[in-house]
């Protein structure tokens, strides 16, 4: 088969389009040919060998859709001609959190990887059928944005109907999920952009209020907005630049939202008021499978939906990082296999 791996860390130059031995499969696991992956920007930062080392080499990529093409002896849910996604951790299985429905907590469990490649083999229970009405392109820009934004906001963020949240960079694929989520729930959502251009489209996203982070204060901008009394939830991956901003948005009791430090990993806060305003602060990292089953009915309910910015042929998965490296993008970069 056809994949992409990366054998060194570096730039997008790194991503070598190359011939790999077809997986196999033991009695339990599935062999899904990928019609559809998608880029997340854990996808560059592992490429670059930033956050989580990957040891080299590796095909990249943990979001993917595809069919069945054979299955082990041992698997009763999926039969060949089944159109799949996949919960992209591997989960052990067996320890307290797995047995108790929150994989995500599970101490053994490794990241997924190998998505950037023609086919790949994973566990049965990994795998969940996508609806007839939804295309391989949608099911591979669904997992990692919309069970991490679905465990923050809805799980841990408990988001309510008239809710006000603020989600940084509505063009991310993090951001429009988000917004996707907070518009089902009936919530209000301010969001922010880099570029001009985007306003348009974060609106057509759904965003009610859209900040230029480049021409405007974010906390001043929040408070103009919300006629001083500042958001219920905010939603931050971009970390270091963003986290003063984050709780100076916050209402008395307002929660900050943390899943990612795009911008940097280190920030200082003004301790004094995390608690006169009485603010919590919570991380997370994906979230249960079970969310990802919540999250698919919804899209078959046509309840949620995604925003593809572009397509790009797996081979030319250089030009989709550098794409994502210079935030030209607005929604999810897709990767198509032959
Ligand atoms: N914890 C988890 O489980 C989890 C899951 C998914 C994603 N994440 C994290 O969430 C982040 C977003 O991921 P993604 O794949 O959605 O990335 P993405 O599509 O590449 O979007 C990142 C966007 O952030 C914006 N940005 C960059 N620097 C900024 C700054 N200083 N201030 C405000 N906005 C800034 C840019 O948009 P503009 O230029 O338009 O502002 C950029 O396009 C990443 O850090 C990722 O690792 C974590
Ligand atoms: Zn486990």
């Known amino acids: 088969m056809k ?5 060194e860390y570096g730039g997008p130059e790194k991503l070598s389009y190359e011939e790999e031995t077809d997986p196999t499969i033991n009695e339990s696991q599935v062999l899904v040919r990928i019609r559809a992956c998608s880029v997340n920007r854990r996808d560059v930062l592992t490429r670059i060998g930033q956050g989580l080392k990957i040891p080299l080499p590796f095909i990249p990529g943990g979001d993917l859709a595809g069919e069945v093409v054979s299955v082990g002896t041992s698997v009763e849910k999926f039969r060949v001609g089944d159109r799949v996604i996949a919960y992209p951790r591997l989960p052990c299985g067996k320890c307290k959190p797995c047995l108790s429905k929150q994989e995500d907590l599970c101490a053994h469990s490794s990241i997924m990887l190998g998505a950037y490649a023609e086919m790949i083999s994973l566990p049965e229970v990994t795998l969940l059928p996508i609806p007839p009405n939804m295309s391989y392109d949608i099911g591979a820009s669904i997992p990692i944005d919309f069970i991490t934004a679905w465990n923050l906001l809805v799980t841990i963020g408990k988001l309510d109907i008239g809710d006000t949240v603020l989600v940084y960079a509505g063009g991310s694929g993090l951001g429009t999920s988000a917004i996707s989520i907070c518009k089902q729930r009936g919530a209000e959502v301010i969001t922010t952009v880099g570029e001009e251009w985007k306003i348009d489209r974060a609106q057509a ?3 009610d209020h859209v900040i230029n982070r480049k021409k405007e204060k974010i906390a001043e901008s929040i408070m103009r907005i919300t006629s ?8 931050d991956h971009v970390g270091a630049p963003t986290w003063q901003e984050s709780l ?3 209402r008395e009791g307002g929660k900050m939202l943390v ?5 940097g990993n280190q920030a200082s806060i003004d301790i004094r008021q995390f608690y006169s305003k009485k603010l919590s602060i919570h991380g997370g990292l994906l979230g249960p499978r079970e969310d ?16 593809i910015d572009s397509l790009f042929k797996l081979e030319d998965a250089a030009q989709a ?3 994502m490296e210079h935030s030209e993008h607005f929604g999810k970069i897709i990767l198509k296999p032959r």
């Open 321 to 323: 990082h550098s794409k």
């Open 292 to 307: 990802l089953v919540t999250v698919v009915k919804l899209f078959e309910e046509g309840k949620l939906s995604s925003v």
């Open 3 to 7: 994949a992409i791996v990366v054998r």
């Open 248 to 250: 100076h948005s916050l």
């Open 259 to 263: 899943c990612g430090t795009t911008g």
């Open 205 to 207: 996203a759904g965003a």
């Open 228 to 235: 001083g009394k500042g958001v219920d939830l905010v939603l």
